[in-house]
């Protein structure tokens, strides 16, 4: 398999976490909003940010904050078209929300538990916990059956989307990974970019060995 080329669809002020981890890990990379550079890339990051605007799933605003109806736009188009061309997704925090609502899922807005997830001037840690009735996933296959994480999100999945499968769950519930039942796409709610002493780098390493 040739080297993979990851475009990260975001804008380049809000991407250098993502830019940084996988640099350092040797992996090519280049932030784009642009559909026509699908071809210059072998995988798609769907990096974290704001919330999605609540119009693409069917909604009034309830309380969702920071959303970009334009760059929610161009990576919905760059998600289709990878998705059509069955190439690897990656979705980090906002990034599974996409992938989800893609899909035809939704999203609560604001979870009756976001004190316990929410950003809180750094990252808040809980565990995860597999919940798949399959092995064969990544997450227990990197994790085992839990994993601590780093949360950063008051805002959850509701109603799962076609061919997506939740992996792993907080304690309250929340759908902190998932994959899809058959393209290579898979998306976690936590920040593997910025766990402390590399902690995420081996979720990266499994993303780039798909394609």
Known sequence: MSAPTVLIAGRSENTKNYENTLRRMGVSCFVSLDPDQTDDATHLLLPGGGDITPAFFGQADHGSRSVDTGLDILQFELLSRFAAQKKPVLGICKGLQLINVHFGGDITQHIDTAENHRWVGRDQFHYVFHCDLGRRDFFYQLYGNSAKVNSAHHQAINHMGRGLIPVCRAGD???????????????????????PDGGGESLFSYFFSLG
């Open 173 to 195: 519930n929340v759908v902190e990974g998932l994959i899809h039942s058959f393209l290579p796409i898979l998306a976690v709610q936590w920040h593997p970019e910025r766990l």
